[in-house]
């Protein structure tokens, strides 16, 4: 069977995208760390699909990319964080 080239568009993978982050949203219960991942993986998408589109991007476009990327690297400096968060607390919990 092949792949038709049509299944890995941008905009397929972003609509996937959008719906981890919607199904981890749904779950009852729902982890910080996880809804970040996926909320990270959704805006990679979205700045793979404007930059892709570079050349007929308006200047709302490249607003919008702007905001993204300042959006994602916050995101990741706090998953940064939590995760340093999460291994000091590693370390004073009493292992039994």
Do not use: G, W
Not at 25 to 53: C, E, F, G, M, N
């Amino acid at each position: 069977m092949e792949r038709s080239v049509e299944a890995s568009t941008p905009a397929k993978n972003t609509a996937y995208a959008l719906y981890l982050h919607c199904s981890e949203l749904r779950r009852r219960r729902t982890h910080y760390v996880r809804i970040s991942k996926t909320k990270l993986q959704l805006t990679d998408k979205l700045i793979a699909q404007i930059k892709q589109s570079m050349a007929t991007c308006s200047y709302e476009d490249l607003q919008a990319l702007n905001r993204e990327t300042q959006f994602r690297r916050d995101l990741k400096r706090q998953l940064r964080h939590r995760h340093k968060q999460l291994q000091l607390l590693e370390k004073r919990s009493p292992t039994a």
